[in-house]
């Protein structure tokens, strides 16, 4: 028979996440547990989780939600749960969601497949485009192939666990999930589908590139931009392609910048620059509170010309002495 639990990564949303648990309590295909990954919230989210007694959880620090779906995704496997089925705490199932998810499953070829994402306060408008479709009322077959939204209603057979593995925790967010879904489908060929009739409501989604950003607060674009070369490297086989297009990604990124940016524009390319440095090296140790440090510091000119004139006629010198 087999077993499914909902893994639910959660951080200071208490509320949202009761109306999580609720939608995953009244699924018409009973589920076989409910697990909550606690990033060290510090609202009432902990004092509620342990007052619940048909839910597990493990609370840990903030490692942000790669940290939080890898450690999910890596206790459901330990725990010999046949299907993961995973979802961020501001999302919640309709009530038949988990069945037709189900259903979509012939048992005979492995495939990843998740929810259709819909906005929660216009049940029609889908909160990204999937396929061709943005809205719900058009989508016109059972299984929209090769377009999904990974840990919004993501339903992972444990086989494809066994054969790619779980999310990288050290990629902290942003980009964690596009990365997991091309090591499965590119690296590992297999194939991912969104089910149509199988419905996940969620927010918004409110992050746009051409809207201005806050420079100084801004440090969830530091995992942006450098979990961007990670996603490369599991989208082609070949590492001058991921090279190459992590570098077409950052000239649109700086062309983003300049058409669009109000503020800081300057300071946000010297910015990239850095941060596409850590990426390069594989730097993956920095911490919100170390972006910050750097956001809130007087950068170095980003431009030196005489500096820049030395260093490609003369090649890099050591300073002259007496």
Avoid at 107 to 118: A, E, R, W
Avoid at 221 to 242: G, L, W
């Amino acid at each position: 028979m087999e077993k499914v639990v909902a893994v639910v990564v959660t951080y200071n949303r208490a509320a949202l996440l009761c109306n999580c648990i609720e939608a995953l309590r009244k699924q018409t295909r009973p589920l076989d547990k409910i697990l909550v990954i606690n990033n060290g919230s510090t609202d009432e989210t902990e004092s509620w989780l342990l007052s619940q007694p048909d839910i597990e959880c493990i609370t840990q620090a903030n490692v942000g939600g790669a940290g939080g779906f890898s450690r999910a995704i890596a206790e459901s496997f330990a725990q010999g749960f046949t299907y993961t089925w995973c979802m961020d705490d501001d999302g919640f199932p309709k009530e038949d969601a988990l069945e037709k998810l189900l259903a979509a499953d012939d048992g005979h070829s492995l495939k990843l497949l998740n929810c259709i994402v819909v906005n929660k306060d216009d049940n029609d408008s889908l909160v990204w485009k999937t396929g061709k479709f943005t809205k719900h009322s058009d989508v016109d077959c059972d299984l929209i192939e090769g377009s999904v939204h990974p840990f919004n209603g993501t339903l992972i057979n444990r086989r494809i666990v066994e054969r790619v593995g779980i999310p990288k925790k050290k990629l902290f967010l942003w980009g964690d999930e596009t990365e997991y879904l091309y090591r499965i489908t590119r690296k590992n060929n297999i194939p991912a589908y969104t089910v149509s009739n199988s419905v996940h409501f969620h927010p918004k989604s409110g992050f746009t590139l051409k809207q201005d950003w806050d420079y100084q607060s801004g440090w969830k674009m530091y995992y942006y931009i450098r979990n961007r070369f990670e996603i490369y490297r599991s989208k082609f086989s070949n590492p001058v392609m991921a090279i190459g297009g992590y570098i077409a990604f950052l000239v649109s990124f700086f062309a983003v910048i300049v058409l669009f940016q109000k503020t800081d524009k300057l300071k946000k390319m010297q910015f990239a620059v850095k941060t596409s440095m850590d990426a390069f090296s594989q730097k993956f140790d920095t911490k919100p509170g170390d972006i910050l440090t750097v956001l809130n510091t007087k950068p170095a000119p980003f431009f030196q010309p005489w500096n820049l004139i030395q260093s490609i006629v003369f090649g890099k010198r050591e300073p002259a002495t007496a």
